[in-house]
């Protein structure tokens, strides 16, 4: 049976559309099949840093069109205590720092960078069931029938079914990931700051958060980030307490009262990064979600799924050229994973390990960022990118803690 593609690539989301358009680009035919229509939503905040922006510049050629989305230019943190850290960081008019954007519309704006490619097609409404491996190959079973091809990405995101996880890999564990809540809501008081995103950790919540972050046309991707490994955060009616902390919170109350909710109110489980994962094997690999590279840090997904996609295209181009997608082959994406991404990751969950069980240390922190000129300096290049580790490694950091004035 002749192949339908090169590649096959399960799941239309940012990790599997980044992989799509990596091999796409090097004359590699790809087939992505998605379960759901153009424009599906995702329980997401729908925020993009500059690694993200950065990203979607490289993968598009600079054809992203920005102005589908909301840009960012301020942050507010607000501590358990009710101290708040407020930074502005639109000095460089030129430079896009941050951006809110519809999931659906991302998606759908990567699509259109790419769909012109002849090498590039995507199937949507087009469910996986299942997959196996043939003499030469890998051969997908859909609802519209059989794809066959030379090897699989499989993007299919934090809840692929069992048939598709990897040797029945789930990528979530309910013990040790998140939970999140999403919500749209119209005309939620903004207090002028349409181009700021907030992010509260109030105590009912610590180390989770309650975020705002303003869309266009007045709309609010509003929403509660949990993570569940915290005994006071496990068995929560996630969904009470979104109602209680906007109804309550004397922070959020009064800017809700005028705001009309639009659609439904989402949640979903979120894999965390964990050590015991599947990456790769036989003519696979797992990008995105799928692989849990979640950051604890903040709940973030986006900017790692879409560098896992273009590590995993860089990958399969190698072994297209080699016609070798043996475990050996694809195990290079392993090693670059491991070694430009899971250290970060791991820092950062110890760093939440640490800080998540001590809201006053927190609290404490906010207070001495906001205060301080220097330290607020540091806190705005960590808003725009840069390093926590690098950072908390800077003796000059320290210095700035201990000597600037509390």
């Known amino acids: 049976m002749p192949e339908d593609a090169d590649i096959i690539i399960i799941g239309a989301g940012p990790a599997g559309l980044s992989a799509a358009i990596t091999l796409a680009k090097q004359d590699i035919r790809v087939l992505v099949i998605e379960r759901e229509s153009a424009g599906k939503e995702k329980v ?30 301020k942050l507010l943190v607000g501590a358990p205590d009710g101290s708040d850290l407020s930074l502005d960081f639109s000095g460089n008019k030129s430079l896009i720092t941050g951006l809110t954007i519809v999931r659906g519309m991302l998606e759908d704006e990567m699509v259109r960078s790419i769909n012109d490619n002849r090498n590039f097609t995507i199937r949507y409404d087009c469910e996986a069931t299942k997959w196996k491996h043939t003499d030469n190959g890998v051969e997908v079973e859909t609802n519209l029938g059989l794809f066959s091809a030379k090897a699989l990405v499989i993007a299919a995101g934090a809840h692929p079914t069992r048939e598709i996880e990897p040797d029945g890999y789930s990528p979530f564990n309910r013990e040790s990931d998140a939970i999140a809540l999403r919500a749209y809501f119209k005309n939620v008081d903004q207090n002028g700051n349409h181009d700021q995103i907030e992010f509260y950790f109030f105590k009912d919540v610590f180390p989770g958060y309650f975020w705002i972050f303003p869309q266009k046309e007045s709309i609010c991707n509003v929403g509660v980030y949990l993570p569940l490994r915290y005994k006071h955060q496990k068995g929560v009616n996630l969904q009470s307490l979104f109602y209680e902390l906007i109804q309550e919170q004397s922070t959020l109350a009064g800017r809700f009262q005028n705001a009309s909710l639009i659609g439904k109110i989402e949640s979903s489980v979120l894999p965390l990064h964990k050590e015991k994962r599947v990456l790769s094997g036989d003519r696979f690999l797992v ?43 694809l195990r290079k994406y392993d090693l670059i994973i491991n070694r430009k ?66």
């Open 44 to 73: 997401c905040g729908g925020g993009l840093g500059r690694r993200s922006i950065r990203l979607l510049d490289e993968l598009t050629n600079n054809s992203f069109d920005y102005s589908k989305g909301n840009r960012i230019n």
């Open 287 to 329: 990008v995105g979600d799928s692989a849990s590279l979640v950051d604890d840090l903040a709940g973030e997904g986006i900017g790692n799924a879409l560098q896992s996609g273009i590590w995993a295209g860089e990958v399969l181009h190698n072994a297209f050229n080699n016609n070798d997608f043996s475990v050996e082959s």
């Open 341 to 406: 991404l899971v250290k970060e990751l791991n820092w950062h969950a110890r760093l939440m390990r640490f800080v998540g069980t001590k809201p006053r240390l927190f609290s404490l922190l906010v207070r001495k960022f906001s205060t301080s000129l220097s330290l607020n300096v540091s806190a705005n290049k960590l808003a725009t990118g840069a390093s926590f580790k690098r950072l908390l490694f800077s003796s000059n950091f320290w210095i700035q803690i201990l000597f600037s004035k509390w």
